[in-house]
């Protein structure tokens, strides 16, 4: 059995910093797994995203998980997940599992080469190369990437509608298609649209906070992110953001084709007979 929820409220110091300056995060966030039945469950895993070591304006100082993971895998994409093994669960029994981090955000630049060529092609969920794209978007074609990637921006908050919060990834198609869709359309589309113009760019997953919070599954958000002069900047349509505010965005995920345990489920997946887990608020 698998299954996956997520999302972030905020609770904490408010911090002071410059909107787009450097500052400290502490961000903390826990899950309920319960055995629902009157048996031992002899074996169960959960699979959960920690933050990304290195996002646009992100940097892990430190983290810790209570109790300790059983295992820690980076996907191809570069996410950090962790594993908790659960044995002999008894009848009815909860257990809470914990994580924390403390995160440096400001102005990061990746100190390995990124492999551009990576960031644009199509794939299911950026497929620009979909018949729609050449009958229904624009070309974009601005004097510099960033001239570009504006353009984009612009084009996309005006065409996209807010439809309200869809727990399914429907794509950049759909959006661009039907013009509705909730921040992960926004999102696509706006990496497809950047792919399509010669843009690096990719999907990505987490919480927008401006202070010490714990993290909570009703405001997961997700926004796109593209390579400019050698690292990664957030352009968020769905909640306007250009290059801008970039340091409250706790990234999480990298959305796309991947090796990662978690599959299609976004935030966390378990495995275990009669078991049932939440994400706590």
């Known amino acids: 059995m698998a299954g996956a929820a997520g999302l972030l409220l905020g609770a904490g110091v408010q911090a002071q910093e410059a909107p787009g300056g450097p500052a400290e995060r502490y961000v903390r966030y826990g899950f309920t797994v319960q055995n629902t039945t009157d ?51 008894p ?5 809470i599992i914990t ?27 950026f497929d620009y190369a979909d018949e729609a794209f050449d009958r229904m978007a624009p070309v974009f074609a601005g004097a510099t990437p960033e001239a570009t990637a504006r353009e984009i921006f612009d084009w996309v908050r005006g ?24 921040c992960t359309e926004f999102a696509a589309l706006a990496v497809a649209l950047c792919r399509r113009a010669g843009i690096p760019a990719r999907g990505m997953g ?5 202070r010490n919070t714990v993290l909570d599954p009703a405001t997961y958000h997700n926004w796109a992110e593209i390579l400019l002069d050698g690292r990664w900047q957030v352009v968020d349509p769905h909640a306007g953001a250009f290059l801008d505010r970039q340091n409250r965005y706790v990234a999480m995920r990298i959305l796309g084709e991947s090796d990662s345990p978690l599959e299609q489920y976004a935030r966390f997946r378990y495995r275990g007979e009669g078991l049932k887990v939440v994400m706590n608020p």
């Open 91 to 95: 009848p009815y029994a909860v257990k």
């Open 99 to 125: 994580v924390e981090a403390t995160l440096e955000m400001g102005e990061t630049k990746s100190s390995e080469a990124i492999d551009s060529e990576a960031w644009l092609k199509a794939e299911p969920l």
């Open 159 to 182: 065409h996209v509608q807010d439809g309200g919060y869809d727990g399914t990834d429907r794509g950049a198609g759909h959006a661009l298609v039907h013009g509705r869709g909730d």
């Open 39 to 89: 048996q031992v469950v002899p074996s169960a895993e959960l699979w959960v995203c920690a933050p990304l070591p290195r996002a646009a304006q992100q940097q892990v100082k430190a983290w810790k998980a209570d109790p300790a993971s059983t295992d820690e895998q980076t996907d191809r994409l570069g996410n950090h997940l962790l594993r908790f093994a659960l044995s002999n669960l």
């Open 206 to 210: 987490g919480y927008v906070v401006s």
